[in-house]
């Protein structure tokens, strides 16, 4: 979810949902090491609980970045070993750890000595065409006896090599019985599904058989799922909640980053476009919210017209 899931997109969706934990997208051991850390690191209070997402393989630099995520207050530290893209292996860390499992496990074990946050991994089912159960049992094996005690499974093979990212979210078969056995060997660890998940049916039949479940792009692209998810899976009572409500608090968040930080409001909206999916006039309350030619006006004025009559059109000036 790399350029993804920012804080604006995380603040969105905290208002929609109370009690999801929220994954920041991956940043880089190096960018915490040599770069602007209050960039990479700054979030909004009103997110948690929150999760701060590493990549990376060295284990001093692993633990360095833990340190910063429980000193800037972040609720888990999460190491990625599930990203595919050829651009994460050059950095030789992603889903090629998997094949390194003596390495994660030396990386977890400095990050659980370093902080008093949960050390989490998140990781696929096997890389390349190796399917064979035994390789990712002996990775959780090895990666638990360090010190992790929850695995978030993507519960798909990574090819490594021929399949773009995109690619490798849709060709490898999804496998959710592998996820299960694993749960079923390893009864101590909690362990979350990822993969393909749509509808809050299928996750309450995951749920039966794991003890959580990742949702990532469905839960972008048709955000008001969450709203309903506080209540389903929590115990929650419901809500009054609004799309509407909801846009109007973003609106809100955006005139205070353009006052606090000089953020554009089109850097946020850009987040919260799938928010009247399936409802009349969608298509052109996107159009609006993502129309740069508006970049001028003030989000209210923008949201005002998101909400014209559709006879009555708009004029940029």
């Known amino acids: 979810m790399m350029d993804w899931t920012d804080r604006h997109c995380r603040f969105f969706h905290r208002l929609l949902s ?90 977890v074990k400095a990050m659980v000595d370093s902080v008093g946050i949960p050390v989490t991994v998140k990781h696929r089912i096997g890389i390349d065409q190796r399917e064979d159960y035994g390789f990712v049992q002996d990775f959780v094996g090895q990666v638990s006896e360090a010190g992790c005690r929850t695995f978030i499974v993507h519960a798909r093979n990574a090819w490594l090599k021929g399949l773009s990212p995109k690619e490798n979210r849709e060709v490898p078969p999804l496998r959710y019985a592998t996820v299960h056995r694993l749960k079923q060997d390893f009864p101590h660890l909690t362990v979350s599904i990822n993969g393909g998940l749509t509808t809050s049916e299928q996750v309450v039949q995951q749920l039966q058989a794991v003890d959580g479940a990742m949702v990532g792009r469905e839960a972008y692209h048709n955000p008001w799922w969450l709203a309903h998810w506080d209540e389903a899976f929590f115990g929650e009572a419901p809500r009054a909640i609004t799309r509407e409500s909801v846009e109007a608090q973003m ?47 003030s989000p209210h004025e923008v949201m005002g017209l998101a909400h014209a009559p559709t006879d009555a059109g708009y004029r940029v000036t």
């Open 18 to 107: 109370r009690r999801a934990l929220l994954y920041t997208e991956m940043v880089t051991t190096g960018a915490l090491v040599h770069g602007d850390v209050e960039r990479h690191l700054r979030f909004n209070h009103e997110e948690h609980p929150v999760a701060l997402q590493l990549g990376g393989s060295d284990p001093a630099d692993l633990a360095q970045g833990a340190r910063l995520a429980e000193r800037w207050g972040y609720d888990e530290v999460n190491l990625n070993c599930g990203c595919p893209s050829e651009r994460v292996q050059r950095g030789a860390f992603g889903a090629c750890l998997m094949a390194e499992p003596r390495l994660v496990a030396d990386g």
């Open 251 to 297: 609106v809100h968040y955006m005139v205070c980053e353009a006052a606090e930080h000089g953020t554009p409001w089109s850097a946020i909206a850009r987040h919260m476009l799938g928010l009247r999916n399936g409802l009349p006039g969608a298509r052109r309350w996107r159009q609006v919210w993502s129309d740069h030619r508006l970049k001028g006006r």
